[in-house]
């Protein structure tokens, strides 16, 4: 895929604050409520723009769709009209609001419409889909210039407009676009320590998750190596959920400690400048990822000697076990 040519921006889209009408379908005293997966990660909306020719946002690397709405509500809008940069916000829909919209498009004929409209294409024309899917039902309908029913252009506006969130209770976020493109579940960045069996050395019960782990949607977990709880201390999984803010200043954080130029270090023996070796036998294994502003994943292994002449690792690892937050709650896997 190409590269998308310029810079990227974290602002509030234009469309946020111009929120699009819906006309309301005629209350039908029949109509079926909608049901939906709600977990996390299923997918329930997917709004897409894309065009033929060098300029199809489409084909940018880390292009994120103009709408995406998962099961638990949060949405992810992009606004692509500007090649040169790419605004992206983050909303979180209420149960309510959810179950409001999907039904708006279930009523306005969704389902009833054809899977491809096209009338009078120009060769440079867009082509505007609509996905949706429910516990019972998918369907997915793209126009392709015209031809669409009236009411697919409304829809689209609406959902792309957040229309569907309440104005007196909208929190919108500047949401990272590296971000946005990735399923809600992906791993952005981790620490994690493994000590290898061996015949000679006692290990510890390893700790149930890794060390840190945080996901795209901001979902956090650590292990709080001094939990304490009714005068009992030790290690604990901990979670919160951060907001976009606190996910791209945590990332921004590990970067400016030198992440960037980590490479790995695997030899369980380390030589001085002075000529010495020095070796720790049966030492930890350590990983780190990160997600990069590139949209790439940058991976490095280390031994446990590394740590110690490497500057930048260690001031990484301090960093990490140390994290706290104070919403976090106790984790169990």
């Not at 309301?24 to 894309?50: G, M, N, Q, Y």
């Not at 609001?97 to 279930?106: G, K």
């Not at 579940?185 to 493994?194: F, H, M, R």
Request: proline share 9%; aromatic share 8%.
């Amino acid at each position: 895929a190409a590269c998308m040519p310029g810079s990227t921006t974290e602002t509030t889209p234009p469309a946020l604050t111009q929120a699009a009408t819906l006309p309301a379908p005629e209350p039908s005293p029949t109509a079926t409520p909608v049901r939906w997966d709600t977990a996390a990660e299923a997918p329930i909306v997917l709004v897409t723009v894309c065009a033929g020719g060098e300029w199809d946002p489409c084909a940018w690397e880390g292009y994120v769709p103009e709408a995406r709405i998962w099961g638990d509500g949060r949405m992810v809008l992009a606004d692509n009209t500007n090649p040169s940069e790419q605004q992206v916000n983050e909303e979180q829909l209420t149960t309510e609001e959810m179950a409001d919209l999907l039904q708006q498009i279930a009523e306005a004929g969704f389902f009833q419409w054809g899977e491809q409209y096209a009338v009078d294409v120009p060769t440079d024309a867009d082509t505007k889909c609509i996905s949706l899917t429910l516990v019972d039902r998918a369907h997915r309908v793209c126009e392709m210039h015209s031809g669409a029913p009236p009411a697919f252009g409304a829809l689209f506006d609406y959902i792309t407009s957040g229309a569907a969130i309440d104005e007196q209770s909208s929190d919108a976020e500047a949401y990272l676009p590296v971000l946005a493109a990735l399923e809600p579940s992906s791993v952005v960045l981790q620490y994690q320590v493994e000590f290898p069996p061996h015949p000679e050395i006692e290990r510890p019960e390893p700790p149930p998750v890794p060390q840190l782990t945080l996901l795209a949607d901001g979902t956090l977990i650590y292990v709080d190596e001094s939990f304490c709880s009714d005068d009992v201390c030790g290690e604990q999984a901990m979670r919160v959920q951060l907001t976009p803010d606190e996910t791209a200043s945590l990332l921004e954080q590990v970067r400016d400690l030198g992440f960037e130029q980590l490479e790995s270090y695997t030899d369980p023996c380390y030589s001085d400048d002075s000529g010495g070796l020095e070796c720790i036998e049966g030492g930890g294994n350590t990983t780190l990822r990160l997600l990069l502003p590139s949209g790439t994943f940058h991976e490095v292994h280390f031994s446990e000697i590394a740590e110690e002449h490497i500057e930048n690792l260690r001031a990484i690892r301090l960093f990490l076990v140390n994290y706290r937050h104070l919403n976090a709650e106790v984790y169990q896997p």
